[in-house]
């Protein structure tokens, strides 16, 4: 992209928006997953004699705190490779 002519700020903010992007589609099918986990448990039956189930709460708000601190996450990964993208040499990187 450098050597097309973008600033490296532009090619920052492209770096870290496709991390922000893997990050919430992650978020996403890792919340979709647990949900459909948690509904195949028997949630609070008994699991036999003397023993209790697993209390299992389905909360809106936790699925909605795991998908935002995944996102958080992968914008925060992507910070370091996109400032190394963003400064290389256009010159270095076609000859590499």
Known sequence: MRAMGAGRWFVMV?????????????????????YFVLLTFP???????GQSGLPIDISQ??????IFLTTLGAIIASI?????????????AIGQ
């Open 14 to 34: 492209v770096f870290v928006s496709q991390g922000a992007l893997i990050g919430l589609m992650g978020g996403l099918l890792g919340a979709a997953a647990g």
């Open 61 to 66: 708000g936790a699925y909605g705190l795991a």
């Open 43 to 49: 949630g609070r039956e008994s699991l036999g004699p």
């Open 80 to 92: 370091l490779p996109a400032r190394a993208a963003a400064r290389l040499d256009p010159i270095t």
